[in-house]
Nanobody
Framework: HVQLVESGGGSVQAGGSLRLSCGYS????????MGWFRQAPGKEREGVAAHSTGSDSTWYADSVKGRFTASRDDAKNTLSLQMNSLKPDDSAMYYC?????????????????WGQGTQVTVS
């Protein structure tokens, strides 16, 4: 059973940085997908980054490209999202997610397992 536990959100001024972490357990597939999503009040959940462990490739939303970096540390079973040059529009609840498939999409409905979410507020 896959479990995801997030940490690292908080409040920061525009231009600042935050690093989100997502500890995972129960992932036994050799190739799988990790994703980061965010949801602001009144808006749909949107993809921020999606990484395929099989192809070792990462997709980023245009709005975060060049500012956010998704990574994973298999030794520590941790997914991370480094967020730099933060803007007020980046304020949202952020979620990590896992899809147990070698084929990755950036759509939330394709991911089976989700973290509890962590709030990011940029002022």
């Amino acid at each position: 059973h896959v479990q995801l536990v997030e940490s690292g959100g908080g409040s920061v001024q525009a231009g600042g940085s935050l690093r989100l972490s997502c500890g995972y357990s129960g992932v036994t597939f050799s190739s799988w997908c990790m994703g980061w999503f965010r949801q602001a009040p009144g808006k749909e959940r949107e993809g921020v980054a999606a990484h395929s462990t099989g192809s070792d490739s990462t997709w980023y939303a245009d709005s975060v490209k060049g500012r956010f970096t998704a990574s994973r540390d298999d030794a520590k079973n941790t997914l991370s999202l480094q967020m730099n040059s933060l803007k007020p529009d980046d304020s949202a609840m952020y979620y990590c997610a896992v899809r147990l498939s070698s084929v990755c999409y950036n759509r939330a409905e394709t991911f089976e397992y989700w973290g509890q979410g962590t709030q990011v507020t940029v002022s």
